[in-house]
């Protein structure tokens, strides 16, 4: 490349329009040696980015390869980066090899990892990579056959499970995972008769069903060497607990703590490496970044449930910001074959959380149309706060909307590809436009901090800045791999918000261990309520308030202690001394609007409120 050997900086070309994209712009844009970046197609995220940037970033609306080659030519791009897997199956990369362009992303060949699961699956056979046991057909009968097969009888120790895949690109949707044998034909049927993924479906690929916790792994390859980010784990169902539909990924997190330092020498040498160096001998060289999700069976170990050829959408949002090396140093590296010459460091101090926003009604029919607000806030969270901790707002579908064009009513659609022609991102999103929702997951918010619980709180402290109409999201990202918070409660009543804490942990939605429950009042309802949480009476009347807290205390110390205390309908006023054991730690909970309802023993404060024809009421803390 005539730039880089001339000194001058990098024209680079970045290729899709999701968050994805928007965070290899940003990641980009921070190297010293790139001078220019053209996106194609880009999104709201981009363009806002664009204002901020020391490097000038352009929006150029082409999206067929043709298009692709002619505008890295006609704008001397010295490189390009492909974000999506849909061109590089389509022989992008190929193409712009032919046209003279490096490109980061793999062949039409080596993007069959993907593009074919039925390739993939006999890929990871011949060359002894861990994968589910599997058949491929084109023929009903034949797929019905290999079912009854796998599945045994419908119930009892012989049954198992199997997952039906679209062999082809389905936009993510293309794996089934059915629960019956009946549902699992149906599955085969539907893809290859009622053809509802089209020629993506024209070949089956029908797999044992798997049970384990499952990792992403993003590696960077030059064809031979192969050098990975930190294992990232993603949330793919659409609501809290893993429930409701499959989605493209509400959220994900990195490092995660499941894969240990042996797991990650075992995932390189049985699953990274054996796939680079399979491609090679096959004549598919990969150079781009090669995605390996995995699952960590109790019985098999690891196994390979996909390959992709790109980097993935949320886990990107995640491992860049965990990446102190240049990234295009990295990727130059990669083009140029000298990988294994360049030490790739990690902010191994750090975690990340990014917790996806999306419209209403994903993943089936959304909105599209309604005007987003906060987003700048949320990035600017941290302006005036000393901390090694960052938030960043990777947008996806969005766009920018003159007021002239911002329609009053948002509709209910698919996503779709905003077509602005070449122009500054400064020009085309100006002051007075608007930030509207242009797609299904909206926007992704990613928070780097110390810990994973403090990222976790911050990502969320972040995303509740922003607002659009129907925004919907997940409250637990991440929420499994943190230490549980251990509570202690101190009561003297019913305990009616102890029991809003109870049901919380019991269905999952609240990540605590409840350890003791304390009250001064012998017959207290509280106590009955906490009957499986250790409940404790510890007697108060005639006694002096240090000889009551002693006791508490000597009961906090048999469980093993405690993260935070919680007072409810708690009779007594705390010591400074048993205060300061606890500091920021104590929270004392009513549950109305003080001093009007004051509550008592056991009286049931909202229904008082109700009784009293009130129509507000609140909490008190």
């Given at each position: 490349?005539?730039?880089?050997?001339?000194?001058?900086?990098?024209?680079?070309?970045?290729?899709?329009?999701?968050?994805?994209?928007?965070?290899?712009?940003?990641?980009?844009?921070?190297?010293?040696?790139?001078?220019?970046?053209?996106?194609?197609?880009?999104?709201?995220?981009?363009?806002?980015?664009?204002?901020?940037?020391?490097?000038?970033?352009?929006?150029?609306?082409?999206?067929?390869?043709?298009?692709?080659?002619?505008?890295?030519?006609?704008?001397?791009?010295?490189?390009?980066?492909?974000?999506?897997?849909?061109?590089?199956?389509?022989?992008?990369?190929?193409?712009?090899?032919?046209?003279?362009?490096?490109?980061?992303?793999?062949?039409?060949?080596?993007?069959?990892?993907?593009?074919?699961?039925?390739?993939?699956?006999?890929?990871?056979?011949?060359?002894?990579?861990?994968?589910?046991?599997?058949?491929?057909?084109?023929?009903?009968?034949?797929?019905?056959?290999?079912?009854?097969?796998?599945?045994?009888?419908?119930?009892?120790?012989?049954?198992?499970?199997?997952?039906?895949?679209?062999?082809?690109?389905?936009?993510?949707?293309?794996?089934?995972?059915?629960?019956?044998?009946?549902?699992?034909?149906?599955?085969?049927?539907?893809?290859?008769?009622?053809?509802?993924?089209?020629?993506?479906?024209?070949?089956?690929?029908?797999?044992?069903?798997?049970?384990?916790?499952?990792?992403?792994?993003?590696?960077?390859?030059?064809?031979?060497?192969?050098?990975?980010?930190?294992?990232?784990?993603?949330?793919?169902?659409?609501?809290?607990?893993?429930?409701?539909?499959?989605?493209?990924?509400?959220?994900?997190?990195?490092?995660?703590?499941?894969?240990?330092?042996?797991?990650?020498?075992?995932?390189?040498?049985?699953?990274?490496?054996?796939?680079?160096?399979?491609?090679?001998?096959?004549?598919?060289?990969?150079?781009?970044?090669?995605?390996?999700?995995?699952?960590?069976?109790?019985?098999?170990?690891?196994?390979?449930?996909?390959?992709?050829?790109?980097?993935?959408?949320?886990?990107?949002?995640?491992?860049?910001?965990?990446?102190?090396?240049?990234?295009?140093?990295?990727?130059?590296?990669?083009?140029?074959?000298?990988?294994k010459d360049l030490p790739v460091e990690i902010d191994s101090a750090s975690s990340a959380v990014t917790v996806v926003a999306a419209s209403?009604?994903?993943?089936?029919?959304?909105?599209?149309?309604?005007?987003?607000?906060?987003?700048?806030?949320?990035?600017?969270?941290?302006?005036?706060?000393?901390t090694k901790s960052t938030i960043h707002v990777f947008q996806a579908g969005t766009k920018f909307v003159p007021p002239s064009q911002h329609?009053?009513?948002?509709?209910?659609?698919?996503?779709?590809?905003?077509?602005?022609?070449?122009?500054?991102?400064?020009?085309?999103?100006?002051?007075?436009?608007?930030?509207?929702?242009?797609?299904?997951?909206?926007?992704?918010?990613?928070?780097?901090?110390?810990?994973?619980?403090?990222?976790?709180?911050?990502?969320?402290?972040?995303?509740?800045?922003?607002?659009?109409?129907?925004?919907?999201?997940?409250?637990?990202?991440?929420?499994?791999?943190?230490?549980?918070?251990?509570?202690?409660?101190?009561?003297?009543?019913?305990?009616?918000?102890?029991?809003?804490?109870?049901?919380?942990?019991?269905?999952?939605?609240?990540?605590?261990?409840?350890?003791?429950?304390?009250?001064?009042?012998?017959?207290?309802?509280?106590?009955?309520?906490?009957?499986?949480?250790?409940?404790?009476?510890?007697?108060?009347?005639?006694?002096?308030?240090?000889?009551?807290?002693?006791?508490?205390?000597?009961?906090?110390?048999?469980?093993?202690?405690?993260?935070?205390?919680?007072?409810?309908?708690?009779?007594?006023?705390?010591?400074?001394?048993?205060?300061?054991?606890?500091?920021?730690?104590?929270?004392n909970v009513h549950p109305s609007l003080l001093p009007e309802f004051a509550g008592g023993m056991d009286t049931d404060v909202h229904t008082?409120?109700?009784?009293?024809?009130?129509?507000?009421?609140?909490?008190?803390?």
């Amino acid at each position: 490349i005539e730039m880089a050997t001339s000194g001058e900086g990098y024209h680079l070309l970045v290729v899709g329009g999701g968050a994805r994209e928007h965070a290899l712009v940003w990641k980009l844009s921070q190297s010293a040696k790139v001078e220019r970046i053209c996106v194609a197609p880009g999104n709201g995220g981009t363009r806002l980015l664009a204002k901020t940037s020391r490097v000038p970033i352009q929006h150029v609306a082409v999206s067929s390869n043709r298009d692709i080659c002619q505008l890295a030519i006609d704008e001397k791009i010295d490189l390009v980066v492909v974000g999506p897997e849909a061109p590089l199956s389509e022989g992008l990369a190929d193409d712009l090899s032919a046209a003279g362009v490096k490109c980061f992303g793999p062949s039409q060949g080596a993007s069959q990892i993907e593009s074919s699961k039925a390739f993939a699956k006999a890929f990871m056979v011949r060359h002894g990579i861990p994968t589910a046991k599997y058949g491929t057909f084109t023929k009903l009968d034949e797929a019905y056959a290999y079912i009854d097969e796998i599945c045994g009888a419908e119930s009892g120790e012989g049954h198992q499970r199997v997952v039906v895949k679209a062999s082809g690109l389905a936009a993510g949707k293309g794996v089934i995972l059915p629960v019956s044998k009946t549902e699992a034909k149906l599955a085969v049927q539907e893809m290859l008769e009622q053809k509802v993924f089209g020629e993506a479906g024209e070949n089956v690929v029908i797999e044992e069903y798997l049970e384990g916790e499952e990792a992403s792994v993003l590696a960077f390859s030059d064809g031979e060497t192969v050098v990975a980010l930190p294992a990232a784990q993603d949330h793919k169902r659409a609501l809290d607990g893993d429930k409701g539909l499959n989605t493209g990924g509400m959220g994900a997190f990195a490092p995660t703590p499941l894969v240990t330092e042996s797991l990650k020498r075992q995932i390189h040498h049985k699953v990274l490496l054996p796939a680079i160096k399979g491609l090679a001998q096959e004549g598919r060289k990969f150079v781009g970044c090669l995605f390996a999700g995995l699952i960590f069976t109790p019985d098999q170990g690891i196994r390979v449930l996909e390959y992709n050829c790109r980097f993935g959408d949320p886990e990107t949002q995640v491992v860049l910001p965990l990446l102190q090396t240049d990234l295009l140093q990295v990727i130059l590296a990669c083009v140029n074959g000298t990988l294994k010459d360049l030490p790739v460091e990690i902010d191994s101090a750090s975690s990340a959380v990014t917790v996806v926003a999306a419209s209403q009604g994903y993943p089936e029919a959304y909105r599209k149309g309604d005007v987003i607000t906060g987003v700048e806030h949320a990035q600017h969270l941290l302006d005036n706060v000393q901390t090694k901790s960052t938030i960043h707002v990777f947008q996806a579908g969005t766009k920018f909307v003159p007021p002239s064009q911002h329609s009053p009513v948002p509709s209910n659609t698919d996503a779709s590809t905003s077509t602005n022609s070449v122009s500054s991102s400064s020009s085309s999103s100006s002051s007075e436009a608007k930030l509207e929702t242009n797609g299904g997951r909206v926007l992704s918010v990613t928070a780097k901090a110390p810990s994973l619980r403090e990222a976790v709180a911050l990502a969320y402290k972040a995303l509740g800045c922003i607002h659009f109409e129907g925004i919907q999201s997940r409250s637990d990202i991440a929420i499994k791999r943190l230490d549980k918070i251990r509570m202690a409660v101190l009561g003297s009543t019913r305990g009616t918000d102890l029991q809003a804490i109870i049901d919380s942990i019991e269905s999952g939605s609240l990540h605590a261990d409840l350890k003791l429950v304390v009250s001064n009042v012998k017959d207290a309802y509280i106590l009955t309520r906490a009957a499986k949480y250790n409940p404790v009476f510890i007697p108060s009347a005639k006694r002096t308030r240090i000889a009551f807290e002693n006791d508490v205390l000597e009961e906090i110390e048999k469980v093993g202690g405690v993260d935070i205390v919680l007072c409810i309908g708690f009779m007594r006023i705390l010591s400074p001394s048993f205060v300061q054991r606890y500091p920021y730690r104590i929270l004392n909970v009513h549950p109305s609007l003080l001093p009007e309802f004051a509550g008592g023993m056991d009286t049931d404060v909202h229904t008082e409120v109700l009784k009293a024809g009130r129509t507000e009421t609140g909490c008190t803390v």
